[in-house]
């Protein structure tokens, strides 16, 4: 009989960073920092047991630099990410693995890019009824489609669809890079553009929509003309630094991903989950992925 399914989109960079900050250390037999390891293990197990979650892929950053630090010095890079947290990153991989889960290990790239081009691509899959991009991350908001592709904020449990990516932002979904460009974004390094803050960027976007379109007449930006014209002399004096900004904002969304609709099902746990949660202390995790395995 056919059925229509929602495809879960897991930033696991970030689960395993929200791991990492949200619970007690804990360390392995042999003396490893495995916490953030065995937190993510849970997340994406309390993920697969809720209802409608049946297709999941999960994408992490490999390392944390990418092509887009080549192109900025200031890019985010694993300066400041704290050395036991970088450790966990091969074990959280293999971990998602074993739990059964499609994972994207990203090196050149990064694993919002992943989850971008996962999101056009099964967005419009016959089958599909919703994809949903499970991160908090702004730079997200730009892959959201109508009420078809949705960004999903788990921990404060905050979907956004289309409309609510205008309300937050002001802006339309494909207007997120440009607005990221004015604004900044400190969670990846970019500055923005001096003089342009959160509500401008969002009132001029909204009428522009995009850069090149407001390095015209300052009257078109449709505020009052002294603010409208200091606006406008900022981007032309970093015209350059703005379009680079928005390149590094902008996901991919050609990133080579074998896996179609069926591989992304979840099918249980795999042969080795078990032994890893010997490993991680957490034995009762594998039991309760074994379980709900057989629920269904």
Same mark, same amino acid.
């Given at each position: 009989?056919?059925?229509?399914? &929602?495809?879960?989109?897991?930033?696991?960079?970030?689960?395993?960073?929200?791991?990492?900050?949200?619970?007690?250390?804990?360390?392995?037999?042999?003396?490893?920092?495995?916490?953030?390891?065995?937190?993510?293990?849970?997340?994406?197990?309390?993920? @697969?047991?809720?209802?409608?979650?049946?297709?999941?892929?999960?994408?992490?950053?490999?390392?944390?630099?990418?092509?887009?630090?080549?192109?900025?010095?200031?890019? &985010?890079?694993?300066?400041?990410?704290?050395?036991? @947290?970088?450790?966990?990153?091969?074990?959280?991989?293999?971990?998602?693995?074993?739990?059964?889960?499609?994972? !994207?290990?990203? @090196?050149?790239?990064?694993?919002?890019?992943?989850?971008?081009?996962?999101?056009?691509?099964?967005?419009?899959?016959?089958?599909?009824?919703?994809?949903?991009?499970?991160?908090?991350? &702004?730079?997200? =908001?730009?892959?959201?489609?109508?009420?078809?592709?949705?960004? !999903?904020?788990?921990? %404060?449990?905050?979907?956004?669809?289309?409309?609510?990516? %205008?309300? &937050?932002?002001?802006?339309?979904?494909?207007?997120?890079?440009?607005?990221?460009?004015?604004?900044?974004?400190?969670?990846?390094?970019?500055?923005?553009?001096?003089?342009?803050?959160?509500?401008?960027?969002?009132?001029?976007?909204?009428?522009?929509?995009?850069?090149?379109?407001?390095?015209?007449?300052?009257?078109?930006?449709?505020?009052?003309?002294?603010?409208?014209?200091?606006?406008?002399?900022?981007?032309?004096?970093?015209?350059?630094? =703005?379009?680079?900004?928005?390149?590094?904002?902008?996901?991919?969304?050609?990133?080579?991903?074998?896996?179609?609709?069926?591989?992304?099902?979840?099918?249980?746990?795999?042969?080795?989950?078990?032994?890893?949660?010997?490993?991680?202390?957490?034995?009762?995790?594998?039991?309760?992925?074994?379980?709900?395995?057989?629920?269904?």
């Amino acid at each position: 009989m056919y059925r229509s399914v &929602k495809v879960h989109l897991v930033d696991g960079t970030y689960e395993l960073f929200r791991a990492h900050f949200g619970a007690p250390p804990r360390t392995d037999a042999q003396g490893r920092q495995v916490g953030a390891t065995v937190g993510l293990l849970r997340s994406l197990l309390l993920l @697969l047991s809720t209802p409608g979650v049946t297709h999941v892929g999960v994408a992490f950053d490999h390392v944390v630099e990418s092509f887009r630090n080549g192109l900025f010095s200031g890019y &985010k890079t694993s300066a400041g990410v704290p050395g036991e @947290l970088l450790a966990q990153f091969p074990l959280a991989e293999r971990a998602a693995a074993e739990l059964g889960l499609v994972v !994207w290990p990203m @090196l050149e790239l990064e694993a919002d890019d992943a989850l971008a081009t996962a999101a056009r691509r099964f967005g419009g899959a016959p089958g599909v009824e919703q994809v949903v991009v499970c991160s908090p991350d &702004k730079d997200l =908001a730009q892959v959201v489609d109508g009420g078809r592709v949705v960004r !999903w904020d788990r921990r %404060r449990d905050v979907v956004l669809d289309e409309p609510g990516v %205008r309300a &937050k932002f002001g802006v339309a979904p494909g207007s997120i890079p440009d607005y990221l460009a004015l604004v900044g974004d400190s969670a990846d390094g970019l500055p923005g553009v001096p003089g342009w803050g959160a509500k401008s960027a969002a009132a001029v976007l909204a009428r522009l929509g995009h850069l090149e379109g407001v390095l015209g007449e300052a009257r078109e930006l449709g505020l009052p003309r002294a603010r409208a014209a200091r606006l406008v002399e900022s981007l032309a004096a970093h015209r350059e630094q =703005a379009l680079l900004y928005r390149r590094l904002a902008t996901l991919l969304l050609d990133v080579p991903l074998a896996e179609d609709l069926a591989a992304l099902e979840w099918r249980g746990p795999a042969a080795g989950l078990e032994a890893l949660c010997r490993e991680l202390g957490d034995e009762a995790t594998a039991r309760r992925a074994a379980a709900l395995h057989e629920r269904r």
